[in-house]
Structures are given as structure tokens and as C-alpha cells.
């Protein structure tokens, strides 16, 4: 990304996604560009049903990919920000009010403090980690965003919290704290970060469904203001959908998932097109009907999974017509959005980061954590 250096120090960033993670290192540049430094990618096996498949596995690979991106560098890094997929967080909605004294402006400084009075308690099992703001409500009943500044003598504030799983928590601490290197981290929730960095103040201004679609694991939020008021990941992706191929097909799954990345769903009139694959020295051929029919089925099984979540949120009417999409499973399914906005009946609506080189729905979870980390540095 272009931008100019400056005295920037270096931000590190992982990006944990369900088939893959990512190590950035980068400087802030101009204008909300980043100027990237190092980058490291390594395949895993992934997460589902939040847990990690593969723990022993996941620990040597984030480690790896930590110390190869030391390597890289000429000065020393002091942490890492690492983004908490949806899988393994939890959103918790809350209400607080605060009494202002006499009518007065509104600061900064109270927002801070009904956040710190709201926050609820730690769990056995989940840990907070941060919060957000919803939305404010002023003594004279008006509503905003950002109530820094006007007058009021009370406040009162909707705002979400985000859990993290302890046991996610625990393993990157063990990770970051062993070993040749020790870094102190901090966690941000991947779903918050998307939808402030891919959703404008005017879309989050009422509630807005994100749908971020993966490769095992696939998360949906209802985003509002500055955070989330619902979010849920379900463990369906591309790679599920290239899985049911090779049952329905008989063939392998690498062959299965070269002909999900050859089908376009936006094709509808049947024709006698057969689709090819060339795999281990064998040529495999499938009807293009026939996989444009088996991809939509599967499909189906994900609009069935949004409808029970949207229901859940308690957000349908509020989230109008249209639904926003991302994740690198649109770019590979071609058609999918469209397919989508038919079965779920609503204006289906791909977001990518305005950035050059990265305006791609897989770089959505990666260029949001570089936003997110770059605002709280």
C-alpha cells in the first residue's frame, strides 16, 4: 500500500482465520493507507464448533510464523495485536445510565466511565477483553453516536462487550510468553473490527447486517454505531461446500474445490458444458448444470443457518433489505451474492476495504485489523 513512512513505529498484526493466519507488519501512512514491512502466511488446520482442531499444531505455526517475521525486521517489535475470530467470542449487549449532575457538556471522559460501570463480570468460561458504544440517549431524548460535546444532565448509553474464550486466551498467552521471544498482546474481536473498518458511520447509523463468509467457519453480526449488538459464527464455508462436492461427485477434494472456483453460479440456462480438472495425471469432467445445482443446494444450507441467526438477533425488520457480505468464500463461489439475495429475498451486497491492492473480500479481516491496531496504538 502506498503512503509515506514517516516516524511511524511498526504495528504487528496476526489475522486468524479458519483455514489460515497472517503476521503483518506495517506503519500508518496518509490518508488511512498502510505502508506493509513484512508478511508471513501459514496454513493450519483450522477451527470449528470453537475450538481449534489442532492445538499443538496451531501453537508451532503461529510461532513460526512469529519468529520468521522477527527475522525480517531491523528493529524490535514490543507486541502483537492478534484479531479473536468469531468462533471463539461472544457478544454482550448492556444498558447503562449515569447521572450527569447539572446540565452540562458532555465529555470524553464520560463516556469513559459509564463504559467502566457497565462492564459486566468475567465468566468461567469467557474473559472481557473490550467494549463499545452503541449508541447514546441525552436528557432531552435525542439519540446519537457520539454525545462528546453536548449538553446534557444525564447520559445514557447502549453498549456491547466482547467475550473471548479462556482457553483461546490462555493458548496465545502461552504462545507469546515461552520461548525465544516474549511479546505482551492484545486482542481485538475480527467480527467489531470489520464492521467499523467496511461499514460507513451512515450504514452502522441503524442496524446492519455483516455476513463474513469463510472457509470452515463463517460469522454473522449485526452491527450498530461503533460496535456489535449480535454476532455468531456457524461452521460452514467454501471448504464445506467443495466437501459435499466430493460426496456428491465421487471425486477427491482437491479436484471437488478446482471445480467450485471454475462454476459460476450467474450462468442459468441449462446447456450440455462440462467442466474439466486436471489432478494427479487424471482428467476429471463434470455437467455444469449438474455443479451449478449442487453448489446452490449447499448454499441453501447456509441461508438456512443466516435465517435462524438473523431470527435469534431479534434484528430482522430493523436490518431493512439489505445485507452486506465479505470473506474469502465470495470470491471463490462466483454468483454466490446473487444466489443469496434470491433465497434470502434482500439486497445482497459484497464489501471490500477501500484500498488499493487489498479491495478484495479476503483481505476484509486483515486490512480491518490493521485499521483497528493502528487506532489504538
Wanted: aromatic residues 10%.
Amino acid at each position: 500500500m502506498f503512503g509515506h513512512s514517516g516516524k511511524h513505529e511498526s504495528v504487528a498484526v496476526m489475522d486468524v482465520r479458519s483455514y489460515s493466519l497472517t503476521v503483518v507488519v506495517f506503519e500508518p501512512g496518509v490518508n488511512g493507507t498502510f505502508i506493509v514491512k513484512s508478511r508471513v502466511d501459514k496454513q493450519y488446520s483450522g477451527y470449528a464448533e470453537g475450538e481449534l482442531l489442532d492445538v499443538a499444531e496451531f501453537r508451532e505455526v503461529v510461532s513460526d510464523a512469529v519468529k520468521t517475521t522477527i527475522l525480517t525486521l531491523s528493529r524490535p517489535l514490543k507486541k502483537f495485536y492478534v484479531g479473536v475470530p468469531g468462533e471463539f467470542l461472544k457478544v454482550a449487549k448492556e444498558s447503562g445510565v449515569m447521572s450527569l449532575g447539572s446540565a452540562r457538556r458532555v465529555t470524553l471522559r464520560d463516556c469513559d466511565e459509564i463504559m467502566r460501570r457497565t462492564k459486566p463480570a468475567d465468566t468461567a468460561k469467557y474473559a472481557v477483553v473490550s467494549g463499545a458504544s452503541l449508541s447514546y440517549t441525552l436528557s432531552d431524548d435525542r439519540n446519537m453516536a457520539d454525545p462528546v460535546g453536548e449538553v446534557s444532565n444525564t447520559l445514557k448509553a447502549e453498549l456491547c462487550f466482547y467475550r473471548v474464550k479462556r482457553s483461546f486466551i490462555t493458548t496465545l498467552e502461552q504462545i507469546f510468553g515461552e520461548g525465544d521471544f516474549k511479546f505482551d498482546i492484545e486482542l481485538i474481536p475480527t467480527v467489531a473490527a470489520e464492521a467499523v473498518h467496511l461499514m460507513s458511520p451512515e450504514k452502522r447509523d441503524s442496524y446492519t447486517a455483516l455476513f463474513d463468509f469463510g472457509h470452515i467457519s463463517s460469522s454473522l453480526s449485526v452491527v450498530r454505531g461503533n460496535g456489535v449488538v449480535y454476532s455468531r459464527s456457524f461452521s460452514i464455508g467454501a471448504g464445506h461446500m467443495a466437501y459435499y462436492l466430493t460426496e456428491e461427485l465421487g471425486v477427491p477434494y482437491d479436484v471437488a474445490w478446482q471445480f467450485l472456483e471454475k462454476t459460476n453460479l450467474n450462468v442459468f440456462d441449462s446447456s450440455d458444458e462440462s467442466l474439466e480438472v486436471y489432478h494427479g495425471n487424471l482428467y476429471y469432467s463434470a455437467s455444469a448444470d449438474v455443479l451449478r445445482a449442487k453448489i446452490r443446494e449447499a448454499i441453501d444450507i447456509i441461508c438456512e443457518q443466516l435465517n435462524d441467526c438473523m431470527v435469534e438477533s431479534g434484528a430482522v425488520a430493523e436490518c431493512g433489505r439489505n445485507f452486506y457480505v465479505t470473506g474469502e468464500g465470495v470470491r471463490v463461489v462466483r454468483g454466490f451474492s446473487d444466489h443469496l439475495s434470491s433465497r434470502l429475498e434482500k439486497n445482497v451486497i459484497e464489501v471490500v476495504p477501500q484500498l488499493p491492492c487489498y479491495d478484495r473480500p479476503e483481505c476484509s479481516s486483515l486490512t480491518s485489523l490493521m485499521y483497528a491496531a493502528s487506532k489504538s496504538k
